[in-house]
């Protein structure tokens, strides 16, 4: 399935998260993580982005803007890792695929030598 990297950011909860998710092809929405803020000691807010599994996908930082980029920057890895588990698939079902009929074809000598041989 084609995935976009077109984000969508929900708006902050009491607690200040915020959730952040993206648009697949079907028209459905996948969540990709969230955004926490902290309050440091000098008054300034900094945002944390962590994925679905709590990990941080890039560095705490006090600029929106970058964590905005740090969530596209992710869209496009999870969808380009998508994209390749695809191949591995389809190229695994080729290879079967191969494989089957080369048998087919084994088979097929192997009968028409038993048929000349009567």
């Given at each position: 399935m084609a995935h976009s990297n077109k984000i969508l950011f929900s708006k902050p909860d009491r607690a200040g998260m915020v959730?952040?998710?993206r648009f697949?092809?079907?028209?459905?929405?996948?969540q990709l993580g969230q955004i926490n803020s902290a309050l440091s000691d000098n008054d300034e807010i900094?945002?944390?982005?962590t994925n679905e599994q709590g990990e941080e996908i890039a560095f705490?930082?006090?600029?929106f803007t970058e964590i905005e980029m740090n969530f596209s920057r992710y869209a496009k890895e999870l969808?380009?890792?998508s994209q390749y588990e695809?191949?591995?698939?389809k190229a695994e079902e080729l290879i079967s695929r191969?494989?089957?009929i080369n048998s087919i074809r084994l088979n097929k000598i192997k009968n028409l030598e038993l048929l000349k041989s009567f």
């Amino acid at each position: 399935m084609a995935h976009s990297n077109k984000i969508l950011f929900s708006k902050p909860d009491r607690a200040g998260m915020v959730k952040v998710s993206r648009f697949l092809s079907d028209g459905s929405i996948e969540q990709l993580g969230q955004i926490n803020s902290a309050l440091s000691d000098n008054d300034e807010i900094t945002y944390v982005a962590t994925n679905e599994q709590g990990e941080e996908i890039a560095f705490p930082t006090s600029d929106f803007t970058e964590i905005e980029m740090n969530f596209s920057r992710y869209a496009k890895e999870l969808s380009e890792k998508s994209q390749y588990e695809n191949l591995e698939i389809k190229a695994e079902e080729l290879i079967s695929r191969e494989r089957s009929i080369n048998s087919i074809r084994l088979n097929k000598i192997k009968n028409l030598e038993l048929l000349k041989s009567f």
